[in-house]
């Protein structure tokens, strides 16, 4: 069975940090692009940042860039998302995602989610 295990989410407050993991399982995802998205209350799903299978390319949404980071360990295929800065509009789900495509780009035409994690919760008081 092919599992995404997120974990890492929790309270914290404006300014904090967190580092959420992401643990695959099931088969290899050596060569697959893997990606964060978050949907919070009310809103649709958002692509929150991609990298790809080498982990050479990293993507972001302006809204993260320059305070969050994405990174591949070297362990198990672990993806892991370092937030840093964490401000209120952070807070939702987020979704631990991978890519037969390996680019990391989850956002260009025709990018295609393969696996979906059953999300961890990220909660941002001011």
């Known amino acids: 069975q092919v599992q995404l295990v997120e974990s890492g989410g929790g309270l914290v407050q404006t300014g904090d940090s967190l580092r959420l993991s992401c643990a695959p399982s099931g088969r290899t995802f050596r060569d697959y692009a893997m990606g964060w998205f978050r949907q919070a209350p009310g809103k649709e799903r958002e692509f929150v940042s991609g990298?790809?299978?080498?982990?050479?390319?990293?993507y972001y949404a302006d809204s993260v860039k320059g305070r969050f980071t994405i990174a591949r360990g070297n362990v198990q295929n672990m993806v892991y998302l370092q937030m840093n800065s964490l401000k209120p509009e952070d807070t939702a789900v987020y979704y631990c995602?991978?890519?037969?495509?390996?680019?990391?780009?989850?956002?260009?035409?025709?990018?295609?989610?393969?696996?979906w994690g059953q999300g961890t919760q990220v909660t941002v008081s001011s």
């Open positions: 995602a991978a890519a037969a495509d390996g680019s990391g780009d989850f956002l260009k035409h025709g990018a295609v989610v393969d696996y």
């Open positions: 990298i790809s299978w080498l982990g050479r390319s990293t």
